[in-house]
Structure formats: structure tokens, C-alpha cells
């Protein structure tokens, strides 16, 4: 037998063949899917580009800051670093999956091919994955900042290799993090995990703290302006690659090649030497932490939480016995995939941090104005966590039955209750983070009783609206043979569903609370119209939210009896 | 070719391999039974190098799996209970990747491919992506894929689940053949009727730990039983019966 070595980019060289098998397979059936994903990304892409390019035009000449000074690059900063941090976060858990849990894994271990080019191939497919949003949100930014400072071509060209050269170094320290975390806590991940987020959670707080002791310090204006930037370039950002990403970018847009390619050259090297360590330690450590993964612990786990769901039974007394088991099954399956309720934690957490923040920030002299804009965009951006979730967590639920739809297909249950039962675990869900946050938020701002009673009735109208919506597109464009809930969500039932309910949000929060809010901001003297406009408002946005629910679920469930399996 | 020295697996506080010690010479088609849970995936895991022991040592063709597992697994395929295949490439181009994988020249990796559609009669569907074949063309592919690169040891689990009975027939006629064109057959099955028509020699595990070993014959003057291998097989994994050590240890006779 004649062997060779195995040959190089043989595993790029089969994701190419599988990428260019599913786009002709995708582009013989019909153009109308692939034309809209294309145009809702160009669509979401456009629209971060016109608010960024109306925010730089305002900071440029409404409020005089200069667009290649101090501030703009303490913006930047923090937008790389923020980047950064959620790459960690969402390549970490896409590596995890994909590393140890998806059943390609198992077959590659078994074949000669090398740990650290197995590691390799599943690496560059998490970051990849993880910086499609990165691209999506930090491009059009980036670009719009590019054309507020008349930028030279130079700049624009510069955009990819500094992005590339970026998401690397979150990527490679997820990775480490990931293959460590397995190979010194297989039993205890998860608290590990949980343990990680907290602890990055009290380092931002303690950092926000900072900056707001800072802010209410009072002094000097420029003295304060400085000591809260002093905050903002902390822990010794000339050596932190978010500053090089910056500073490299904002070298690039005044024209200075040289400085900027000295940047993209430190940013890459540090990137590529994080490669080399992640690629070190899961040659070393990738096959023993899967060994470990499956034997760390006692064969036959015994899961725990049965409190949590007696609890939920004991929570749904007005539910059909059989809709309470359905949603028992839901939410015992979310509760025991922390893929799925670690990324509901993280954007909870986050949120909550953005609303403390929002009310130390404006607590001193805000005027009702900017109480009223805070705690609407609070509002907004409650409402958005909302639409993520039922976008990447509800929409897949029924898909996610896949090949054991059948089981549920054959319980002698009407199948309309099987969404009734996901609607209903996806809004209790919805409800609880919600009126949680947007309460914290009402109160933290000191917010008049009707703008809470209207903010508790917005969110309620969100919360089944979304869920309603989601349910039952997942139930109309469902995708059973994906197991990877990742893909659904990016497949084309999962993009008309979140650019639905990005409508549907947009639409509430202008219709529901919009009115009132734009009154306040305003300041206007109340002669009774302003009351009706909020009353009408109101209704409307209920109405709306009624449709939201009772519309797809309608279809869902027709499509849902319609279905063969 | 196999050789298991003294191995034990442990998950967590429970053993579930004790102490199996196994040679399995070429050529041999060795069955492994046992009931469930009794250690014969995990003891196959660690046969690819998917788990390690948690003492003793396992080689394939004299290749350490824990230092040097590369090297062995160059040797060996794979096919699980559950097989996997690229949902979006075609039969041939899966078939093509293995071939590349295991170091295959250009020429002879094409060869080997052209023999391997004829031989399991894929042709008919092997441009088609596998996400639209139904059981037995996975399976089909599946063993065209882990014959491809012409392996030493074929470890095999549970192959005959959801087969037609002519795909079975060309299935353990494929196992024979292989076994006496001098490849290490080890097949972990509950068919005892498949095991008993193609066995060299039965390894039968409880609880961990090898509780019979050899052939047929062996076995059921072991089990002093004279009868039909299900009878030997209920007769030594009775429940309440203490698993006892291999007679023969687990070396060829």
C-alpha cells in the first residue's frame, strides 16, 4: 500500500466541498431564501451604518468632539474590548460544543488525523461563527466612522486584516479557557463557568463603580473629563490590544499607513502567539479532556434541580395536566444545556450592569428629558434581550424535537397543545427577565407610577407578542434534521423570525410607550390630548401584541397537524 | 495485533472495566459479547483511542494507544453503532476524504475508492449527498468508508442493527472474508446467532471484567452447557452470579 503524509488544508478543503454542496443544493430550490438572508443582513448592516453615522455627525458637530481625539478613542476602545468579551464568550461556548460534544469529534478522534489539526478545523469554525456578529455589528461602525472623518481608501482596506488579526486573541483565550476548564473541573464546568462569569461580572461593576465615583465627584470639568477617562484607559491600555485595534484604525483613518501597520503588526503577533498557545495546550490536553469529559464523573449522573421543576409544576395550576408536562420536558431540557441558559445569563447580566450604569451616569442633575430618553432606551433594550432569546432559544425548541418528533407526535395530546405548552414556557421565561429588568430600571430612575404601569405593560405585550411570534414560526419553518441550535437560528427560518420580531419590538416600543415618553421628553403642557394620544397608543400596541400571538400560533399549529413524520 | 494488558476503566467511583487482559492475534475474527452496561464500548473506546485506561495498557499492532496513538490508529477503523457521515458531501466525496485522511496516493486513493463503490454497490447512489440515504445505504458507505484505506484491525459495533437480511448475509460474508485476508476482526454484537456462525473465538464481559474466553467449544465446557451460544451466554452472565475470571485469561489458545 502506497501511503503519503496526509495532505495539507484537507479539512478547509472539506468544509469548502460541504459549503459548496449545501449552497447548490440551497440555490437549486429556490432563490427567495438565500436573497432574503442576504437582504436582511445587508438590511440590519445598513441600519448599525445610518445610527452610527448620525451618532459621529452629532458628536462631530452638535456636541464639538473631535473625531480623532481623546474621547472617541476611549469609544473605540471600548468597543473592541466589549467585542472581545462577548467573542470569549460565545466562541468559549461554541468551542466547548463543538470540541467535545458534536458527533464529527467523536469520529475524527478515532482517525489518525492529529489532535492539534482536529483542534485546528473546530477552532476556526466556532471563531468564525462567534465573528459573524462581531462583522455584522463592528463593520458598519467601523465604516461609518471612516466616512465622518473622510478617511482615505487606505483605512477601508485596513478594516479586514485588523478585524482578522483581532477576534484571534478572544478566540484563542476561550480556547484555553475551554480545553483547561475540561481537563481540571470535568464535573464542575459549569460552576466553573458560572464562577467566570460572575467574577468578570464584579470586575466590570467594580470598574463601572469607579467611573461613576469619578462622575459624581464633581470638580473641575476637565479635571473630571480627565480622571474619568483615566478609569477608561485603565490597566496599562498601551499594552491592551483593543487600544492597538483603535489606535491602529484611528492611525489609518488620518491617513498614517506606517503607525497603523506597526499596529496591526503588534495585534497580529499577539493573536497568532495566543494560537500557538491554544494549539499547544489542546495538543496536549484536547484527547485527555475528552477522556475526562466522559469519566470524570459517575457514568449514570443523576441530575439535580427536581425542586426547580416541582416548583414550575406547583407555578402552572391553571394549565391542562398535559400542557404542564410539556413544559416541565422544556424547561428540564433548557435548565440542563448550559450552552443555552449561560448566554441567557451573560446578556441578563450585562443588561443589568447597562442599567445601574444608565441610572449612576444620569443620577445627578438628570433632568426628566433624559430620564425619560434613559428609560426608554432601557426599555428598548429589555425588550431586544427579549427578542435574543426567543430568537435563539424558542425559535429552535420545536425543531429541535428533530428525529424524536415522533414521540411527541404520537402522545394522545392535540398537537395545537404541544405549541400551546412552548408558548406558554417561552413567555413565563420572556415575563420573568423582563419585568425583572425593566422594573430594576423604573426604579433605579425614579420613574412617575403611569410610565412604570406603561414600561410592566410594554414588556408583558413583548413578551407574548415575541413568544408568539417565535413558537409559531419555528412551528411554520421548522428544521429537523439540524441539531446545532446555532444553525437553525441562522438558517432561513430562524433570520425571518428575529427580522419579525426586530419589527415587531420597534413597533411596540414606538406604539406603546412612545407616546408618552415623547411627551415627557418634550415637555409638553398636558390639554387632554396628550392623554388619549398615550391611551391610543397603548391600546394599539396590546393589539398588536394580541395578533402577534394569536396569528402565527394559528398557523404553527395548522402547519404543526398538517405535518407527517 | 490487539493486545489489552491489564486494563481498567474507571468512571468516577465506578469500575467499568476490571482488570481485561485480551491478545488478539491477525486474521482472528473476535466476537466481544456482554449484556448492557457491561464495559464492551468503553473497552472499544479505548481500543480507538477515544478513552484512556485508567491503568494497564492498550496497543494495537504493537502501538501504545496512550503515547503513540496516531500511529495505531493508522491501523484500525471504526464503525460505531451509530455511524457518522458529512450530511452535505457525496458518498464519493466522503469516500475520496478518508482516502486523503489516511495518506492515500492520488492514484491509489481513487483506486481504492472505484473498488469500494463496487464492491458494496454504491454506485447507484454515490453522487448523491448522504443526507438523503436511507439505513443501509449509511451503513453501506460506512463500511466502504472503513475498508477504503485497507486497515489491520476492524473494530465493529453492533453492525447488523436495522438491516435487511440479504444486507446482513453480504455484511457477515464481508467479515469473513475480511478476517481470512488476514485483518483483526473484533465485532461487538448482541446477534448471537451472527456471533456464533463467524466467531474465532467469543470474549464474553459482566460487569467489567472478562467472564469467558475462547471458542465455542471452550465456552460451553466452561459454562457446562451443550447447547446454542445464547444458552452459554444466559447461562454465564446469570444474574446473582459472582463474575468470575477468565479461564484462558483471554489468550489464544
Given at each position: 500500500?502506497?501511503?503519503?503524509?496526509?495532505?495539507?488544508f484537507l479539512m478547509q478543503r472539506l468544509r469548502w466541498a460541504m459549503l459548496r454542496n449545501a449552497l447548490r443544493t440551497l440555490f437549486?430550490r429556490s432563490l427567495v431564501r438565500p436573497l432574503t438572508v442576504v437582504l436582511i443582513t445587508l438590511l440590519i448592516a445598513t441600519l448599525v451604518f445610518l445610527g452610527s453615522a448620525?451618532g459621529f455627525?452629532?458628536?462631530?458637530?452638535?456636541?464639538?468632539?473631535?473625531?480623532?481625539?481623546?474621547?472617541?478613542?476611549?469609544l473605540l476602545d471600548l468597543l473592541f474590548r466589549a467585542l472581545g468579551v462577548l467573542l470569549l464568550f460565545s466562541g468559549g461556548l461554541i468551542l466547548y460544543g463543538s470540541l467535545f460534544t458534536a458527533p464529527e469529534t467523536?469520529?475524527l478522534?478515532?482517525?489518525?488525523?492529529?489532535?492539534?489539526r482536529i483542534f485546528a478545523c473546530k477552532f476556526q469554525g466556532a471563531t468564525a461563527v462567534s465573528a459573524w456578529a462581531f462583522a455584522l455589528l463592528g463593520g458598519p461602525i467601523l465604516v461609518a466612522y471612516g466616512v465622518?472623518?473622510?478617511?482615505?481608501?487606505?483605512y477601508y482596506a485596513l478594516l479586514p486584516p485588523f478585524f482578522l488579526s483581532f477576534v484571534l486573541l478572544p478566540a484563542s483565550l476561550a480556547a484555553v479557557i475551554v480545553v483547561?476548564t475540561?481537563?481540571?473541573?470535568?464535573?464542575?464546568?459549569?460552576?466553573?463557568l458560572?464562577?467566570g462569569v460572575?467574577?468578570v461580572?464584579?470586575?466590570g461593576?467594580?470598574?463601572?463603580?469607579?467611573?461613576?465615583?469619578?462622575?459624581?465627584?464633581?470638580?473641575?470639568?476637565?479635571?473630571?473629563?480627565?480622571?474619568?477617562?483615566?478609569?477608561?484607559?485603565?490597566?496599562?491600555?498601551?499594552?491592551a490590544p483593543d487600544h492597538w485595534a483603535a489606535?491602529g484604525l484611528?492611525?489609518a483613518?488620518?491617513?498614517?499607513?506606517?503607525?497603523?501597520?506597526?499596529?496591526l503588526?503588534?495585534i497580529a503577533?499577539t493573536s497568532l502567539?495566543g494560537y500557538?498557545?491554544a494549539e499547544?495546550?489542546a495538543?496536549?490536553?484536547y484527547?485527555?479532556?475528552?477522556?475526562?469529559?466522559?469519566?470524570?464523573?459517575?457514568?449514570?449522573?443523576?441530575?439535580?434541580?427536581?425542586?426547580?421543576?416541582?416548583?414550575?409544576?406547583?407555578?402552572?395550576?391553571?394549565?391542562?395536566?398535559?400542557?404542564?408536562?410539556?413544559?416541565?420536558?422544556?424547561?428540564?431540557?433548557f435548565?440542563?444545556d448550559p450552552r443555552q441558559w449561560a448566554q441567557v445569563l451573560i446578556f441578563t447580566v450585562l443588561v443589568?450592569?447597562s442599567?445601574?450604569?444608565?441610572?449612576?451616569?444620569?443620577?445627578?442633575?438628570?433632568?426628566?428629558?433624559?430620564?425619560?430618553?434613559?428609560?426608554?432606551?432601557?426599555?428598548g433594550v429589555v425588550g431586544l434581550l427579549i427578542c435574543i432569546y426567543t430568537g435563539r432559544f424558542v425559535f429552535p425548541l420545536l425543531s429541535l424535537?428533530g428525529?424524536?418528533?415522533?414521540?411527541?407526535?404520537?402522545?394522545?395530546?392535540?398537537?395545537?397543545?404541544?405549541?400551546?405548552?412552548?408558548?406558554?414556557?417561552?413567555?413565563?421565561?420572556?415575563?420573568?427577565?423582563?419585568?425583572?429588568?425593566?422594573?430594576?430600571?423604573?426604579?433605579?430612575?425614579?420613574?412617575?407610577?403611569?410610565?412604570?404601569?406603561?414600561?410592566?405593560?410594554?414588556?408583558?405585550?413583548?413578551?407574548?407578542?415575541l413568544?408568539?411570534l417565535s413558537?409559531?414560526m419555528g412551528?411554520?419553518l421548522p428544521s429537523f434534521r439540524e441539531t446545532d441550535p446555532s444553525r437553525i437560528v441562522s438558517g432561513f427560518g430562524g433570520t425571518m423570525n428575529l427580522l419579525a420580531g426586530l419589527l415587531f419590538l420597534l413597533?411596540?416600543?414606538?406604539?406603546?410607550?412612545?407616546?408618552?415618553?415623547?411627551?415627557?421628553?418634550?415637555?409638553?403642557?398636558?390639554?387632554?390630548?396628550?392623554?388619549?394620544?398615550?391611551?391610543?397608543?397603548?391600546?394599539?400596541?396590546?393589539?398588536?401584541?394580541?395578533?402577534?400571538?394569536?396569528?402565527?400560533?394559528?398557523?404553527?399549529?395548522?402547519?404543526?397537524?398538517?405535518?407527517?413524520? | 495485533?490487539?493486545?489489552?494488558?491489564?486494563?481498567?476503566?474507571?468512571?468516577?467511583?465506578?469500575?467499568?472495566?476490571?482488570?481485561?487482559?485480551?491478545?488478539?492475534?491477525?486474521?482472528?475474527?473476535?466476537?466481544?459479547?456482554?449484556?448492557?452496561?457491561?464495559?464492551?464500548?468503553?473497552?472499544?473506546?479505548?481500543?480507538?483511542?477515544?478513552?484512556?485506561?485508567?491503568?494497564?495498557?492498550?496497543?494495537?499492532?504493537?502501538?501504545?494507544?496512550?503515547?503513540?496513538?496516531?500511529?495505531?490508529?493508522?491501523?484500525?477503523?471504526?464503525?460505531?453503532?451509530?455511524?457518522?457521515?458529512y450530511e452535505k458531501l457525496?458518498?464519493?466525496?466522503?469516500?475520496?476524504?478518508?482516502?486523503?485522511?489516511?495518506?492515500?496516493?492520488?492514484?491509489?486513493?481513487?483506486?481504492?475508492?472505484?473498488?469500494?463503490?463496487?464492491?458494496?454497490?454504491?454506485?447507484?447512489?454515490?453522487?448523491?449527498?448522504?443526507e438523503?440515504?436511507?439505513?443501509?445505504?449509511?451503513?453501506?458507505?460506512?463500511?466502504?468508508?472503513?475498508?477504503?484505506?485497507?486497515?489491520?484491525?476492524?473494530?465493529?459495533?453492533?453492525?447488523?442493527?436495522?438491516?435487511?437480511?440479504?444486507?446482513?448475509?453480504?455484511?457477515?460474508?464481508?467479515?469473513?472474508?475480511?478476517?481470512?485476508?488476514?485483518?483483526?476482526?473484533?465485532?461487538?454484537?448482541?446477534?448471537?446467532?451472527?456471533?456464533?456462525?463467524?466467531?474465532?473465538?467469543?470474549?464474553?464481559?459482566?460487569?467489567?471484567?472478562?467472564?469467558?474466553?475462547?471458542?465455542?467449544?471452550?465456552?460451553?465446557?466452561?459454562?457446562?452447557?451443550?447447547?446454542?451460544?445464547?444458552?452459554?451466554?444466559?447461562?454465564?452472565?446469570?444474574?446473582?452470579?459472582?463474575?468470575?475470571?477468565?479461564?484462558?485469561?483471554?489468550?489464544?489458545?
Amino acid at each position: 500500500m502506497s501511503r503519503a503524509a496526509c495532505p495539507p488544508f484537507l479539512m478547509q478543503r472539506l468544509r469548502w466541498a460541504m459549503l459548496r454542496n449545501a449552497l447548490r443544493t440551497l440555490f437549486s430550490r429556490s432563490l427567495v431564501r438565500p436573497l432574503t438572508v442576504v437582504l436582511i443582513t445587508l438590511l440590519i448592516a445598513t441600519l448599525v451604518f445610518l445610527g452610527s453615522a448620525e451618532g459621529f455627525r452629532f458628536l462631530d458637530q452638535d456636541a464639538h468632539v473631535p473625531l480623532d481625539g481623546q474621547i472617541i478613542g476611549v469609544l473605540l476602545d471600548l468597543l473592541f474590548r466589549a467585542l472581545g468579551v462577548l467573542l470569549l464568550f460565545s466562541g468559549g461556548l461554541i468551542l466547548y460544543g463543538s470540541l467535545f460534544t458534536a458527533p464529527e469529534t467523536t469520529f475524527l478522534l478515532a482517525t489518525p488525523l492529529h489532535d492539534g489539526r482536529i483542534f485546528a478545523c473546530k477552532f476556526q469554525g466556532a471563531t468564525a461563527v462567534s465573528a459573524w456578529a462581531f462583522a455584522l455589528l463592528g463593520g458598519p461602525i467601523l465604516v461609518a466612522y471612516g466616512v465622518a472623518r473622510a478617511a482615505p481608501w487606505t483605512y477601508y482596506a485596513l478594516l479586514p486584516p485588523f478585524f482578522l488579526s483581532f477576534v484571534l486573541l478572544p478566540a484563542s483565550l476561550a480556547a484555553v479557557i475551554v480545553v483547561l476548564t475540561v481537563n481540571v473541573w470535568p464535573r464542575r464546568r459549569i460552576t466553573v463557568l458560572t464562577l467566570g462569569v460572575a467574577v468578570v461580572g464584579a470586575l466590570g461593576g467594580y470598574w463601572v463603580y469607579q467611573i461613576l465615583h469619578e462622575a459624581r465627584g464633581g470638580g473641575d470639568g476637565q479635571e473630571a473629563v480627565n480622571r474619568i477617562l483615566g478609569h477608561f484607559t485603565f490597566s496599562g491600555a498601551e499594552l491592551a490590544p483593543d487600544h492597538w485595534a483603535a489606535r491602529g484604525l484611528m492611525d489609518a483613518a488620518a491617513g498614517d499607513v506606517l503607525g497603523s501597520l506597526e499596529k496591526l503588526g503588534l495585534i497580529a503577533i499577539t493573536s497568532l502567539f495566543g494560537y500557538l498557545i491554544a494549539e499547544f495546550t489542546a495538543r496536549l490536553l484536547y484527547r485527555r479532556g475528552c477522556d475526562r469529559l466522559a469519566t470524570g464523573g459517575p457514568a449514570r449522573r443523576r441530575p439535580g434541580g427536581a425542586w426547580m421543576d416541582a416548583a414550575l409544576t406547583a407555578g402552572l395550576p391553571f394549565v391542562s395536566g398535559r400542557t404542564r408536562l410539556l413544559i416541565v420536558k422544556d424547561f428540564r431540557t433548557f435548565r440542563r444545556d448550559p450552552r443555552q441558559w449561560a448566554q441567557v445569563l451573560i446578556f441578563t447580566v450585562l443588561v443589568t450592569f447597562s442599567i445601574m450604569a444608565g441610572r449612576r451616569v444620569f443620577a445627578v442633575d438628570i433632568g426628566p428629558t433624559y430620564q425619560s430618553l434613559v428609560s426608554w432606551l432601557h426599555l428598548g433594550v429589555v425588550g431586544l434581550l427579549i427578542c435574543i432569546y426567543t430568537g435563539r432559544f424558542v425559535f429552535p425548541l420545536l425543531s429541535l424535537e428533530g428525529r424524536k418528533f415522533w414521540i411527541l407526535g404520537l402522545l394522545p395530546v392535540d398537537r395545537g397543545q404541544l405549541l400551546w405548552g412552548k408558548f406558554a414556557f417561552a413567555s413565563a421565561g420572556a415575563l420573568l427577565i423582563g419585568e425583572f429588568l425593566v422594573l430594576l430600571s423604573d426604579m433605579t430612575l425614579e420613574m412617575p407610577w403611569p410610565a412604570v404601569l406603561l414600561h410592566v405593560l410594554t414588556v408583558i405585550v413583548l413578551a407574548l407578542g415575541l413568544s408568539g411570534l417565535s413558537v409559531g414560526m419555528g412551528a411554520c419553518l421548522p428544521s429537523f434534521r439540524e441539531t446545532d441550535p446555532s444553525r437553525i437560528v441562522s438558517g432561513f427560518g430562524g433570520t425571518m423570525n428575529l427580522l419579525a420580531g426586530l419589527l415587531f419590538l420597534l413597533a411596540v416600543l414606538t406604539l406603546t410607550a412612545g407616546p408618552w415618553h415623547l411627551l415627557a421628553a418634550s415637555r409638553l403642557e398636558d390639554d387632554g390630548t396628550a392623554a388619549w394620544a398615550v391611551l391610543i397608543g397603548a391600546a394599539m400596541g396590546v393589539a398588536l401584541g394580541a395578533a402577534a400571538v394569536v396569528v402565527p400560533l394559528r398557523m404553527g399549529i395548522r402547519a404543526l397537524r398538517r405535518m407527517e413524520f | 495485533m490487539i493486545s489489552l494488558d491489564k486494563v481498567t476503566k474507571r468512571y468516577g467511583p465506578r469500575t467499568a472495566v476490571d482488570g481485561l487482559t485480551l491478545e488478539i492475534p491477525a486474521g482472528e475474527l473476535f466476537a466481544f459479547l456482554g449484556p448492557n452496561g457491561a464495559g464492551k464500548t468503553t473497552t472499544i473506546k479505548m481500543l480507538c483511542g477515544l478513552l484512556f485506561p485508567t491503568s494497564g495498557t492498550v496497543r494495537v499492532g504493537g502501538f501504545d494507544l496512550r503515547t503513540d496513538g496516531g500511529r495505531a490508529r493508522e491501523l484500525l477503523s471504526y464503525v460505531p453503532d451509530q455511524p457518522f457521515l458529512y450530511e452535505k458531501l457525496t458518498g464519493r466525496e466522503f469516500l475520496q476524504f478518508i482516502a486523503d485522511m489516511y495518506g492515500l496516493s492520488r492514484d491509489h486513493g481513487r483506486r481504492r475508492v472505484a473498488e469500494a463503490i463496487e464492491l458494496f454497490q454504491l454506485a447507484e447512489f454515490v453522487d448523491d449527498l448522504t443526507e438523503r440515504y436511507s439505513h443501509g445505504m449509511r451503513q453501506r458507505t460506512v463500511f466502504a468508508a472503513a475498508l477504503v484505506h485497507e486497515p489491520k484491525v476492524l473494530i465493529v459495533d453492533e453492525p447488523t442493527v436495522g438491516l435487511d437480511p440479504r444486507s446482513v448475509r453480504q455484511l457477515k460474508d464481508l467479515l469473513r472474508r475480511q478476517a481470512d485476508g488476514g485483518v483483526t476482526v473484533f465485532l461487538s454484537s448482541h446477534s448471537l446467532d451472527v456471533v456464533e456462525e463467524l466467531a474465532d473465538r467469543i470474549g464474553i464481559v459482566d460487569r467489567g471484567r472478562l467472564i469467558g474466553c475462547g471458542t465455542l467449544e471452550a465456552l460451553r465446557r466452561q459454562a457446562a452447557v451443550d447447547g446454542s451460544l445464547e444458552d452459554v451466554f444466559l447461562k454465564l452472565t446469570e444474574p446473582g452470579d459472582e463474575p468470575a475470571a477468565a479461564a484462558q485469561g483471554g489468550t489464544p489458545p
